[in-house]
C-alpha cells in the first residue's frame, strides 16, 4: 500500500474524533464542515484508485440498504437532504471497505505508530490539570464523551495488534501503551467505549501465552479507580464525572417511577430505556412493516425528542423489518465467512464488539463514521481472506 495512503489513513483516523482543538478557537460548526470536506476528499480519491474493482460480489446488501432508504422518501414525509445525506455516507463506507478489500486491509493497523499515540495520550493525561484541556477532555474534544470514548476503543485494539507482533512479552507491553488511551476514556467518562476497551483487554489475554486474567482484571480496576481519582484531583473537587455516575431522578410522570431496578438502570443507562419504551409507544403493524421513515423515529427524554440510542431498533423504527434485515445482512456478512488466519478471528472479535456497541449508540457503523472506521477495516480485511480463498486475488 503506498504511504501516501497509508499515512492520509493515518492522519484520517486520528483527526475523525477531534472536533475542537485547545486554544484554537475554532467554531465547532466549522470544524464539522472541514472534516466533511476532508471525508468526502479521500473517499473520492478511494473511489478514483479502486474504480476499475469497486464493485464485488458482497456488495448487495449495501445496494439493498440504500435502496429501502432511497425508498423511504417516496413513501413518507421525510427530509430529502437527509437521506441524500446518508446515501453520501454509505457509498463512502463502501468505497472505504472496497478499496481495502482489494489489498491487504491490516497494514493500515499493523504500521501504525503506537508508540507516539500512547506518548500523546500520556501528556494530554498529563494536561488535564489545566483548565481548558480539562474542559474539553471532559466533552470529547467537542464531539461527546460518548463517541470520544468509542474512538479511543479503536486505538486500544491497534495497540494490541501492533505490539503483539512486534514485542517479546507483548502482553504486559500492550497493557503499557493502552494505558494513556483507557484512562482518557475514563476521564471522559464514557462507559461505553470503556467497556469495548475492557472486552478487548480480555480477548488479547485469552490470546497471550499466560492468559493471566487477574493481571487484566486488576489492570481495568486500578485505571477506573486510578482515573476517577486522578480525575477529581485536577478539578479540585472531592468528585467528577465518572464512570459511576446516574442521571438525576425525573419528576411524577416518569414511566419507571414504580419500578426502583428499572428506574436505576434507566438512569444508569442516562435514559435509554425511557427513549425506547416511548419512541414504540404508537407503533402499529404497518410501521413494524416499512418503518416511520428515516428521521421520523424518536422518543422522549426529559420532556424533549430524543434520538434512539440503538441502531438496529432505530433501523427497525425508521425503516421496518425490510431495513433491519438489511442492515443485519451488512453486518453479517464476514461472520459468514468460515476458517482463515488469526487476523480473520481478531477482526471478528473487534467487529462483534463494535456490534454490541451498537446496541447503545444512535449513529455509528454506516453513519458515525468517525467512530468507526477500525470497523469497516476489520470488515475489509475479512473480505480479502474470503476472496483470496476462493481465488480472486492472487
Known sequence: MGWKILTATWVLLIASGIYQIPFLGVPLALFVILKKILFGVYGGVLYFLNRSKIWFSWGWPFVAWGLINAASWLMHDVSGLEIAYRLVQLLWVYAFASFFASRRAWDVLEKFPVKYFSLACFLLVAAVWHPEIREQVLNGFGGNRFGFSIWLSQFVFIVFLVVRRREGDWFVSA????????????????RTGLLASSLLVLYFCRESERRNYLLAISYLLLIAVFGTWYGGAAAGVDSMQSIYRLTPQ????????????????????????????????????????????????????????????????R???????VGFVALVSIFALPFAFRGGPPEVRSSKVFMAIFLVVGASHSDILLTGISTCMVFWICYAEVMWHRSKSRGRIG
Not at 266 to 291: C, E, K, M, Q
Not at 315 to 321: K, S, T, V
Open 175 to 190: 497493557l503499557t501503551y493502552a494505558a494513556p488511551i483507557i484512562l482518557l476514556q475514563v476521564l471522559s467518562a464514557g
Open 250 to 313: 425525573l419528576g411524577e410522570d416518569y414511566i419507571f417511577m414504580n419500578s426502583e431496578f428499572l428506574s436505576f438502570l434507566d438512569r444508569f443507562l442516562s435514559y435509554r430505556l425511557s427513549i425506547i419504551v416511548t419512541a414504540f409507544s404508537d407503533f402499529d403493524f404497518w410501521d413494524a412493516i416499512v418503518g416511520k421513515g428515516v428521521g421520523n423515529f424518536h422518543g422522549v427524554m426529559l420532556s424533549e425528542t430524543a434520538e434512539v440510542h440503538n441502531i438496529y431498533l
Open 315 to 321: 433501523a427497525l423504527g425508521e425503516l421496518g423489518l
